[in-house]
């Protein structure tokens, strides 16, 4: 069973910056798309930014500007680079990958939590 592996989360002041990465558990598993998504205490599941192929990119309006999502085709790793963080993105941040553009996002990370303090 394939399942995503997110990494980089922690504790970090509000300005400062994160980077999470995310691989799938089998190495040799391949995707179009890596996205992610966040999901804070008693609130929805939140998209945040997805990538497919190595130009198609979408952001989500709390991440534009603020966000950049990238991959290594090489490593098979997706990243979020997370700068001028605030308090409003602690959260839970969970990977999810995709074999075609058009399909659901069937493959899933446990998630890693950032906390961002104010």
């Known amino acids: 069973q394939v399942h995503m592996v997110e990494s980089g989360g922690g504790l970090v002041q509000a300005g400062g910056s994160l980077r999470l990465s995310c691989a799938p558990s089998e190495r040799t598993f391949s995707t179009i798309s890596m996205g992610w998504f966040r999901q804070a205490p008693g609130k929805e599941r939140e998209f945040v930014a997805r990538?497919?192929?190595?130009?198609?990119?979408i952001y989500g309006d709390s991440a534009k500007g603020r966000f950049t999502i990238s991959r290594d085709s090489a490593k098979n790793t997706a990243y979020l680079q997370m700068n001028s963080l605030n308090a409003e993105d602690t959260a839970v941040y969970y990977c999810?990958?995709?074999?075609?553009?058009?399909?659901?996002?069937?493959?899933w990370g446990q998630g890693t939590q950032v906390t961002v303090s104010s």
């Open positions: 990538i497919s192929g190595s130009t198609g990119i």
């Open positions: 999810a990958a995709k074999k075609s553009l058009y399909a659901a996002w069937d493959y």
